[in-house]
Structure formats: C-alpha cells, structure tokens
C-alpha cells in the first residue's frame, strides 16, 4: 500500500487567509484525491486531482475556493482560499493506483479563527 | 443521490463479544465496497473490502458479508478486543467512475473490558 504524507499536520489561521496543503505518496500513483472531515463527521469528497489537468471538482466546491494542483504522480496540494471559521475541519489525501483501494494520509486539522 | 446509510451511529460491545455494523446502499452500479478504520488523529485505514460477486471476505477476525438482493453489506468483529476501538466507516465505489468513494455516516465502536 502506498504511504502517504500531508503537511502541515495542523494549522491555526485567521479569517481571510489562505493555507495551501501538501500531499506526497512514496510511489507514483494514478489517482489523488481530496476530501473534507467534519470534527467527529464522515468524509466528503472535495476533487480529483488530475496529473496535467485541472482538477475534477465534487457538487458543492468550486476551484476559486479549494484550487489543487498536481504537478506529478506522487505530489499534489490543495489551497483553501480566504477561510472562514466554517472551513474548520479535517482535510486528506488519498491515492489509488488504478485499482480500487484508496489509502489515506493522515490529515491536515485546520482552525479558521 | 448515491448513498450509503450506516448503522449504528455507536456500538458499545464487551471484550471478546461479536461487533456488528450495516451499511446500506441505493446505487446498483457500485461494486466495490470497502471499510475503513480511523483512530482518533488519524486518517482512516483501508480495513477490509468485498465486490459483489462474493456473498462473504474474511481475513483474520474481521469478516464482510455482503447482500446483493438486498443492497446490505456488514461488517463482523469476532473476538472484539479494546484495541479495536475506533470509528469505522463503510463506503462503495463504481469501478471506472473515477474510484470515488462514498461514505457511510461512521460507527463509533467502544470495547470495553
């Protein structure tokens, strides 16, 4: 299975600021992904992170607010744009190599003050 | 809307009793049905995963058993231990639909001595 990383591992911002996330997998990977965790909740899919592409965006989020890129097959980050207190939450990336599983990093935990 | 509905919301069983958790889903097309287990702090870790042409998976103390009649899938913990305590979350994904996985709402799983 592939391992993956997310920095930072936390992060405190204050309103109107961006964060931008970095995720890394320790081995070249078809498809990332990025999703959202409520504090206790399930986990929504925010985008695909296409490799040469722009992302692949999930009802509910557009690019302006969370714009990924992934300039390659093991690296891909995600910007949350001008945050507010309600974009506090758990954000990860996941990886697949084309086949179904998806594996999880361990998240970002992000505190819009 | 593709869905996938979890039971229960938590589930408290005695050490070394049997952990039970349902999921049920709507769209026909899934056909690759994952469970993953998250400790607090961390990302969720692919557990177990079943595809429709099996009725039943099992490996080691966790065990899928699948209903494809009735749209059900479970997830079976024998010996359940203090150590399995966590919060598991069921999914289903179309293969060829971009591996997007769908959540269930999660089951907090207590084991107690």
């Known amino acids: 299975s592939a391992v993956i990383s997310q920095k930072p591992s936390r992060d405190i911002c204050q309103r109107g600021t961006s964060l931008t996330i970095q995720c890394q997998v320790d081995?070249?990977?078809?498809?990332m992904f990025w999703y959202r965790q409520q504090p206790g909740q399930s986990l929504t899919l925010i985008a695909t992170?296409?490799?040469?592409?722009?992302?692949?965006?999930e009802s509910g989020f557009v690019i302006d607010k969370f714009p990924i890129s992934r300039p390659n097959l093991t690296f891909s980050t995600l910007t949350v744009s001008n945050m507010s207190p309600e974009d506090s939450s758990i954000y990860l990336c996941?990886?697949?190599?084309?086949?179904?599983?998806?594996?999880f990093g361990p998240g970002t935990r992000l505190t819009v003050l | 809307q593709q869905q996938v509905k979890q039971s229960p919301q938590s589930l408290i069983v005695q050490k070394g009793g049997i952990s039970i958790i349902n999921c049920a889903y709507e769209n026909t097309a899934f056909d690759y049905f994952p469970w993953y287990q998250q400790f607090p702090g961390k990302g969720p870790a692919l557990l177990i995963a079943i595809r429709p042409d099996v009725s039943e998976k099992k490996e080691g103390r966790f065990t899928i058993s699948f209903n494809k009649s009735a749209k059900q899938f479970s997830l079976h913990i024998m010996d359940s231990q203090p150590g399995d305590s966590a919060t598991y979350f069921c999914a289903a994904s179309i293969t060829g639909g971009g591996n997007k996985l769908t959540f269930g709402t999660g089951t907090q799983l207590k084991v107690e001595l």
């Open positions: 996941s990886s697949s190599a084309g086949y179904n599983e998806q594996f």
């Open positions: 081995s070249q990977v078809t498809m």
């Open positions: 992170a296409n490799q040469g592409s722009e992302a692949t965006y």
